[in-house]
T-cell receptor
């Protein structure tokens, strides 16, 4: 089973709102990722968690705050977003961060976010 | 910085024609992965290539990794309407976990 689930599927929020995106995997993967994807572009890496610790932050603005409560769950807390943050937010997971040269990432279906 | 160039950006074919997309990296890669994203969907992992000169087949899809581990191609034989989508290559260099993505090739198939 290579399934990564994400909720909600769609989210519309105002610039003053606080919301959270959720991601879950039950594949026993120990690395989890947040990506942002704009239309007709490849995914852009935002954050990487390895063994529940933040290992990569790609200089993401602080209005995006990741959290990894346990090895199966990954959240992305959103606050005071801008309209240009509207995008598809993708979660991914991979098996073993130590085996980086063959570490395939499996993507969830994404949350389509619109910021008004 | 490290880049992966992918061509063509768009390809429009008649059903039954063949299709190829190419990726070329500025640096040697430890592996390259291919993903397919249907319109409105998310990237779906197709295959990973690790060895120099590797060739792998999945039904009508043939994937190649160059001898120098800097380029790769995906070839689809006799396209079908179900092949429609954007095909991305993504490579990893050294022990860096971060994927370096090509810009994708969008494939449209006329029935």
């Amino acid at each position: 089973d290579t399934e990564v689930t994400q909720t909600p599927k769609h989210l519309v929020m105002g610039m003053t709102n606080k919301k959270s995106l959720k991601c879950e995997q039950h594949m026993g993967h120990r690395a989890m990722y947040w990506y942002k994807q704009k239309a007709k572009k490849p995914p852009e890496l935002m954050f990487v968690y390895s063994y529940e610790k933040l290992s990569i932050n790609e200089s993401v603005p602080s209005r995006f705050s990741p959290e990894c409560p346990n090895s199966s769950l990954l959240n992305l807390h959103l606050h005071a977003l801008q309209p240009e943050d509207s995008a598809l937010y993708l979660c991914a997971s991979s098996q073993d961060p130590g085996r980086r040269s063959t570490d395939t990432q499996y993507f969830g279906p994404g949350t389509r976010l619109t910021v008004l | 910085g490290q880049q992966v160039m992918q061509i063509p950006q768009y390809q429009h074919v008649q059903e039954g024609e063949d299709f190829t997309t190419y990726c070329n990296s500025s640096t040697t890669l430890s592996n390259i992965q291919w993903y397919k994203q249907r319109p409105g969907g998310h990237p779906v992992f197709l295959i990973q290539l690790v060895k120099s000169g590797e060739v792998k087949k999945q039904k009508r899809l043939t994937f190649q990794f160059g001898e120098a581990k800097k380029n790769s191609s995906l070839h689809i034989t006799a396209t079908q309407t179900t092949d429609v989508g954007t095909y991305f290559c993504a490579g990893q260099a050294g022990n860096n976990r971060k994927l370096i993505w090509g810009l994708g090739t969008s494939l449209a198939v006329n029935p």
